[in-house]
């Protein structure tokens, strides 16, 4: 059974800092890993796909890495805001679109 | 160009009634999909549709839950004799196809239940 792991649950840090989100996940076979972001009292919103056969993906000062056969993915945010702060889910999908997410971890960036 | 919305965005119910949460995802998407979400904890998977047909059942957690597409667009969950461990957010989600795992799922706001 695929189990996604987040470390750390609570992250807080003042604002300009880089910073790093892990994700683990116990079954390689994986399709697609995702991360997404949900402010509190909304929805999920998507944020970076990287397909099974991609090792990173960027936009703008999100990066996020895959290395599949270890079973881990970074989420890397360059320059934190404090509108940078929310909870940040990391999502596994296997060969059908139902995915498996982790417990999130929530950022707060300090002005 | 709506995204997916869910009604009512908050339920309060007492144990043991019926309640029906409905899902309206993005014109034209095929998969729709359920998730329920426990407070601190990520998403769970419940239930995936592909058209008007449950193609993964997998994750209702026993029979008093039940969801229907009955068109193929709106989806209706359903959850009879409620407990109060069914507090949650119940996120529903569409992407275009379903049948490319590649694809991005767009999320609703969720509909936030609470059983008294």
């Known amino acids: 059974k695929q189990e996604v792991t987040q470390i750390p649950a609570a992250l807080s840090v003042p604002e300009g800092e880089n910073l790093v989100l892990n994700c683990s996940f116990t079954?390689?076979?994986?399709?697609?890993l995702q991360w997404f972001r949900q402010d509190p009292g909304k929805g999920l919103t998507s944020l970076l796909l990287?397909?099974?056969?991609?090792r990173e993906q960027t936009s703008g000062r999100l990066n996020a890495s895959l290395d599949k056969s270890s079973g881990r993915s970074t989420l890397y945010i360059a320059a934190s805001q404090p509108g940078d702060s929310a909870t940040y889910l990391c999502a596994v999908s296997g060969n059908t679109g139902k995915l498996i997410f982790g417990q999130g971890t929530t950022l707060q960036v300090k002005p | 160009g709506a995204g997916v919305s869910q009604t009512p965005s908050n339920k309060v119910t007492e144990k043991g009634k019926y309640v029906e949460l409905r899902c309206d995802p993005i014109?034209?998407?095929?998969?729709l999909y359920w998730y329920r979400q426990s407070l601190g904890q990520g998403p769970e998977f419940l239930i995936y549709?592909?058209?008007?047909?449950?193609?993964?059942d997998s994750g209702l957690p026993n029979d008093r839950f039940f969801a229907v597409r009955p068109e193929g667009s709106v989806s209706t969950l359903k959850i009879q004799r409620t407990e109060r461990g069914d507090s949650a957010v119940y996120l529903c989600a569409s992407s275009l196809k379903g049948t490319v795992p590649q694809e991005t799922q767009y999320f609703g706001p969720g509909t936030r239940l609470l059983v008294l």
């Open positions: 079954d390689s076979a994986i399709y697609n």
């Open positions: 014109s034209g998407h095929t998969a």
């Open positions: 990287i397909q099974s056969s991609q």
């Open positions: 549709f592909q058209g008007t047909g449950a193609a993964d």
